[in-house]
């Protein structure tokens, strides 16, 4: 079952499915421009304790393959799986779509939770 989020929506992934292998989708449109969308693994202090669970268009994937970028696909402008892999001393992913030119306000962003 999809879950969709607005702006400023916050949830735990805990409170959403009990499932450990998930798919996380986020579509986004905003006419005329292109988007960097990034998933981080934070520790028990909400924190990027480590750079190796920043997962990008440059480093796709987290040492062990806890957080990993499958591109764009089933209408998503950018998805990522996020496994039971991921070490217990980190919380959930996060995304965060960065616009690539100088656009002052993002649009807004749909995030599913799959």
Sequence with gaps: MAREFQRGHKAKISDLTAGTDLYVGVQIAGPGLT???SCFGLD????LSDDQYFVF???PKSPEESIQLLGAQAGDS???RITPLLPSSFRAGREFPLPQSG???L???VLKAM
């Design 35 to 37: 988007f960097d969308i």
């Design 44 to 47: 028990a202090d909400e924190r």
């Design 57 to 59: 268009f440059n480093q």
């Design 78 to 80: 950018e998805s990522f």
């Design 107 to 109: 649009p807004e962003s």
């Design 103 to 105: 656009a002052q306000h």
